[in-house]
């Protein structure tokens, strides 16, 4: 059983269009996490949710939106794609917000052309 | 705002010889501190983490890491890799038990046969 699972696992879209990524975990975590990982490698936390409440929310695109329908899920929505959206993105979970182990995972690489 | 310095961003060594990742974050009261690894195409798993206590931790696969309050590090050492050991190393940290965990940005380790 996957713990931490991701749909799609390869994304590729044409500028301009509207995407969504899929995230669920079956290890009845409370927080999740949206993580950006460039082309260099870099991971950059974008949202973070506890309960269904939105606890972190940096610095990104307000073209961005996540959403949490219970626990269980979050989901990563992107409007008007720009090539510089093009990344690997990673959902993540752990048992409680904080300092506690997350769990990654497989990630989605989206390229937008 | 807290960070992290990874000094290498590569680091080949041969097979069976020992390694250490070198990991500095910015100083602060409190610190709490994490090693994450990624294999090629997956998401990324905890290694070991330094919450309090003893400043020598030990992590899976072989791994172990030193705090060292004075000079902020938190260095990551393995005595013999193997080829499997190959991968992106990521040292992370947070301020505080709430708070976001902050990535480094990673080291990749490539193990010569």
């Known amino acids: 059983d996957t713990a931490v699972s991701q749909t799609p696992k390869y994304l590729v879209t044409q500028m301009g269009n509207d995407k969504s990524i899929k995230c669920e975990q079956n290890?009845?975590?409370?927080?999740m996490y949206w993580y950006k990982q460039d082309s260099k490698k870099f991971l950059k936390i974008m949202f973070s949710?506890?309960?269904?409440?939105?606890?972190i929310n940096e610095t990104v695109p307000n073209r961005f939106s996540p959403k949490s329908p219970d626990k269980a899920h979050l989901n990563l929505h992107i409007n008007s794609l720009e090539l510089g959206d093009s990344a690997v993105y990673f959902c993540?979970?752990?048992?409680?917000?904080?300092?506690?182990?997350?769990?990654f995972g497989p990630g989605t690489r989206l390229t937008v052309l | 705002a807290q960070s992290v310095t990874q000094l290498d961003s590569q680091v080949p060594v041969f097979e069976e010889a020992p390694v250490e990742l070198r990991c500095n974050y910015s100083?602060?009261?409190?610190?709490?501190l994490f090693w994450y690894v990624q294999y090629p195409n997956q998401g990324l798993q905890l290694l070991l983490k330094?919450?309090?206590?003893?400043?020598l931790v030990k992590g899976i696969n072989g791994f172990e890491a030193e705090f060292n309050k004075s000079q902020t590090s938190f260095h990551l050492r393995k005595p013999s890799v193997h080829i499997s050991d190959t991968a992106e190393y990521f040292c992370?940290?947070?301020?505080?038990?709430?708070?976001?965990?902050?990535f480094g940005p990673g080291t990749s380790l490539s193990v010569i046969p």
């Open positions: 100083s602060s009261v409190s610190v709490y």
């Open positions: 993540a979970s752990s048992q409680a917000r904080g300092v506690n182990e997350q769990f």
């Open positions: 290890l009845g975590h409370d927080t």
């Open positions: 992370a940290v947070a301020k505080t038990s709430y708070d976001k965990v902050i």
């Open positions: 330094y919450l309090s206590g003893s400043t």
């Open positions: 949710y506890n309960n269904k409440e939105l606890i």
